[in-house]
């Protein structure tokens, strides 16, 4: 997979599906703990979304993936993976993306949303009023606190009736490096996000039984143009439900202008 240098020298990794098409580039970014292959490649959405017609691309955050994965917390948080994505965008000359994201990739999103002008259009997912009230992924469920001594943890088996013992299970399933997952958990956004600053329309798209994403009105109700949609799941398997993937490439090619998107 190709990398790029971010600006404070961590290696990016990145992947692209290129063809024909006068729509901007879709832009995948995967949610904590994942990567771009087992959040999109493996679900087949980017597959779908190439035989919709459009180029795609996902990116592996920093300590995820195949990109570098320093263990310092200094190295981590949203906004500095927010500057990864307008980097990748800088060296692939994009004048303007499709931006997808999920759980902490929807915060990163945002992020670059709020200050990049190239995102035409937005999808989040798997998040809900946290970010709005919160600043960040909806911590009230699942404590950063948690999530860090889950990781760090020398015996799984203490975990039991933690929140955070799935998101372990899921690190050590798929291979994870724990130290860059809880150098990023320590570092979680928690802080305003400048909604208002978003012009692109956005889809806020969550699972109907995901706690992490509860109150999806109200994130749609802080952006200027944005429409809620549910599909059936919860924060792990809202992604498998095939309604997802079809009200995400029905948003992303609608032929409507994206100031006609209803809120």
Not at 48 to 61: C, F, P, Q, W
Not at 102 to 127: H, N, Q
Not at 157 to 164: H, I, K, M, V
Not at 216 to 222: D, I, K, N
Request: hydrophobic letters at 45%; proline letters at 7%.
């Amino acid at each position: 997979m190709p990398r790029f240098r971010a600006t404070d020298g961590v290696e990016i990794s990145y992947r692209c599906w290129e063809q024909d098409s006068e729509l901007p580039l879709v832009l995948l970014h995967h949610g904590f703990g994942a990567s771009g292959r087992t959040n999109w490649e493996a679900l087949g959405i980017v597959r779908k979304l190439v035989e919709s017609g459009r180029r795609v691309a996902t990116i592996d955050a920093r300590g995820h993936g195949d990109s570098d994965k320093p263990h310092d917390p200094a190295y981590y948080g949203e906004p500095r993976m927010a500057e990864d994505v307008v980097t990748l965008l800088d060296v692939l000359a994009e004048p303007a993306v499709d931006l997808v994201g999920y759980s902490m990739g929807s915060i990163v999103a945002l992020l670059t949303a709020a200050r990049d002008r190239r995102v035409r259009r937005l999808v989040v997912g798997g998040v809900g009023a946290g970010a709005v009230e919160l600043g960040g992924v909806d911590t009230r469920v699942i404590p950063a606190e948690a999530l860090v001594e889950a990781l760090r943890s020398d015996d799984p088996a203490s975990l039991a009736g933690s929140p955070a013992a799935p998101f372990r299970v899921f690190a050590d399933a798929i291979g994870a490096d724990r130290a860059a997952l809880a150098a990023q958990a320590a570092s979680v956004h928690a802080r305003p996000i400048p909604l208002n600053r978003i012009e692109a329309p956005t889809l806020v798209l969550t699972g109907d039984d995901d706690p992490l994403a509860a109150r999806p009105e109200v994130l749609a109700g802080a952006l200027r143009t944005a429409m809620v949609r549910r599909v059936p799941g919860n924060h792990m398997s809202a992604l498998r439900a095939p309604g997802f993937t079809t009200e995400l490439i029905d948003f992303l090619n609608a032929a409507e202008t994206p100031a006609s998107v209803a809120s």
